[in-house]
């Protein structure tokens, strides 16, 4: 284990009535780098900007290491006015600057100082350049200009007014002067925004050799699944950490609500179990039954009842073809178009069979999105040709949705194009994309960009075409619905043609890539990773099941061993039951018989029969001691079982 350099424990945070943070708790240790990762809204910034200091928390304490500096990057970022690119970088350092002039300056009093003078000002000039050293001070400019190249700035915009550059480009020199302070703790919100391929490669293999630790919120699955060797998922307010990679966190999570929802199983029938041997207990009406009765009654007031597990609502579908189509899928033959004076694309040329999953890549700006329209007829190409397949059904999602009608509910938007539908059959689809009771009634103009896209999503998967063109289709969905999306297009049986810059979606659901560029389209067979290979970098790992083969045969082993021990305790339970009830029944047929007048006026077999009544009460108080004892033990194992998952 680490040095632990931070500690949250039971960190809470509302803002009015809206409880954000309810429990949130987690240790970081030194070159740790953990993933804040929950739906939308579910407090991810608020706790970066709690540990940041930005924001003061309600509840709970957070302890940091003695002399710990602390960076923090948010989602906006403001310059000094007059600064260029460079200099804006450059002031990270004015300690060290401040250093510098004061040892020059001390250089030039070196000159004219007397034996005296001398000494002093040589000691103080020593001291500086011990500490300008250490600081690595001799590498200031080296250091700056490998950052801000990292993060995408050019030759030119080096020289260009900090304040003039737009959103996204402070966005990336607020990330530059960050890295170049070097925090003990980095505290990241969203730094992939506004960062092309060769920048998010850079940061990711910056960030995997920082000698700090990071806490990082990102919408980037692929950019957390390198870097990333913790998760901590807020959920509901409270958090819960895992081991690994996002690959890694998404298999324990669903591991881990699986054993929650079983051992929550497991007690619900415990206790109905326990009830029904109570009710039996009381039903023999003996004095030993009814204080088996409360003593089993006691225990089950005793006992700590687990919650229902929660789960987030997530949106289920699956896209289906209405109908099968010919081998080739589409072919575009020397296609152009400009606006005006601007070549957006320039005899583009391509081609894809049926049942062919390609991902369209590309710079910004390079007409990734306008190559779309022209191929489904939003946009007419200036020259060139496109065919598409027999029986080809295209079916276009629009990144920026603009088929919406803003004025429509919800229900009418996606009703008006499918009448043919009976309203609980729209209500029911809408119903597996979150929309459900009144929510139908919202009108699209006040929805979220999130709902607006689950709005375009239901109308796709009503049309069942078989070829689906898909701009950007991960934008606005959080991490849950991306995974629900991915896997709903990896069972599609139909042809997928996507623009992405998601990589982890990219890599996920392309089996063959095409980058465009002004010059044309170059193809690559392959996934994302294998791409990446070949270019001799760097891919995300697989950070699956991290036991070994033998502690999953052994873990495999205890489970067989358990299930048959719980099998026989059952069993047992089940035998010492029914010897009860029998013995019951027996006593309770010769006690029925004392009151038989031909038996109480008969005292020699009343007597008998009053013996055979004492001897079985006794096989029954027996009974009873081995019913409980297999009772209790079969309690113990299921505990201990829903204790162990």
């Not at 000159?111 to 000039?125: K, P, Q, S």
């Not at 990292?150 to 966005?171: H, P």
Request: with cysteine; proline share 2%.
């Amino acid at each position: 284990m680490g040095v632990i350099i931070c500690t949250a424990q039971h960190i809470s945070k509302s803002f009015g009535a809206v409880e954000v943070l309810r429990d949130v708790s987690f240790a970081l240790e030194q070159q740790e780098r953990m993933a804040l990762v929950g739906v939308n809204g579910s407090g991810k910034t608020t706790l970066l900007r709690i540990l940041g200091g930005q924001t003061p928390m309600d509840g709970g304490q957070l302890s940091m290491q003695k002399g710990l500096q602390v960076g923090y990057l948010a989602q906006s970022f403001e310059t000094e006015p007059g600064r260029t690119v460079w200099e804006e970088a450059e002031s990270v350092f004015d300690d060290l600057f401040r250093i510098e002039r004061r040892m020059r300056q001390l250089e030039k009093d070196m000159a004219v100082a007397n034996a005296d003078e001398l000494l002093r000002i040589g000691t103080e000039y020593e001291r500086l350049g011990r500490a300008f050293e250490t600081a690595d001070g001799f590498s200031i400019q080296s250091r700056v200009q490998g950052v801000l190249t990292g993060v995408g700035f050019t030759k030119e915009q080096l020289t260009q007014e900090a304040c003039k550059l737009s959103g996204g480009e402070l966005t990336r020199l607020g990330l530059a002067k960050l890295l170049l302070q070097q925090p003990d703790l980095l505290l990241l919100d969203e730094p992939t925004n506004h960062l092309d391929l060769e920048a998010l490669n850079w940061l990711e293999e910056y960030l995997m050799e920082y000698r700090g630790a990071v806490i990082v919120v990102s919408h980037d699955r692929y950019f957390l699944d390198r870097i990333c060797t913790s998760v901590t998922e807020i959920h509901f307010g409270v958090s819960e950490t895992y081991q690994g990679n996002y690959s890694r966190y998404i298999a324990q999570r669903t591991q881990r609500f699986d054993a929650r929802q079983k051992a929550y199983d497991l007690q619900q029938k415990e206790i109905k179990r326990q009830q029904e041997i109570i009710a039996r207990y009381r039903s023999f009406n003996r004095e030993k039954s009814i204080r088996a009765a409360e003593s089993r009654e006691k225990a089950l007031e005793r006992m700590e009842i687990l919650e229902r597990p929660m789960e987030e609502k997530q949106i289920a579908f699956r896209f289906q073809a209405r109908r099968r189509m010919g081998e080739d899928a589409l072919r575009v033959k020397n296609l152009s178009k400009a606006y005006g004076e601007k070549q957006v694309l320039s005899q583009v040329n391509l081609s894809m069979q049926s049942g062919e999953r390609v991902v369209l890549m590309g710079a910004n700006g390079v007409g990734k999105s306008t190559l779309l329209d022209c191929l489904v007829g939003r946009q007419k190409p200036d020259t060139g040709e496109v065919w598409f397949g027999v029986n080809a059904d295209k079916g276009y999602y629009d990144q920026k949705q603009q088929t919406l009608t803003g004025s429509k509910t919800v229900l009418d938007e996606v009703w008006d194009d499918f009448p043919r539908l009976e309203q609980h059959e729209v209500r029911g689809a809408l119903g597996r994309f979150l929309f459900s009771g009144e929510d139908v009634f919202a009108t699209v103009d006040t929805l979220s960009g999130g709902e607006r896209a689950r709005v375009a999503l239901t109308k796709l998967m009503l049309r069942r075409d078989n070829f689906l063109i898909l701009d950007e289709p991960t934008n606005h969905l959080d991490a849950d619905s991306r995974e629900e999306l991915e896997l709903a297009l990896e069972n599609f049986e139909g042809t997928i043609l996507a623009v992405s810059h998601d990589r982890y979606f990219i890599n996920r659901i392309a089996s063959k890539l095409m980058f465009l560029t002004p010059e044309g389209i170059e193809v690559f067979d392959g996934s994302f990773d294998q791409w990446m290979a070949a270019q001799g970098k760097r891919t995300a790992i697989d950070d699956g099941d991290p036991r070994t083969r033998t502690e999953i045969v052994k873990e495999q082993r205890r489970a067989r061993a358990q299930k048959e021990r719980m099998d026989e305790l059952t069993a047992q339970v089940k035998e010492a039951e029914h010897t009860v009830e029998k013995l019951e029944q027996d006593m309770q047929a010769l006690e029925d018989g004392l009151l038989l007048p031909d038996v109480y006026n008969d005292h020699v077999a009343a007597q008998r029969i009053s013996q055979d009544i004492a001897r079985l009460r006794e096989s029954v108080d027996a009974a009873y001691i081995r019913w409980e004892k297999a009772e209790e033990e079969l309690a113990r194992e299921t505990e201990a079982l829903a204790g162990n998952i």
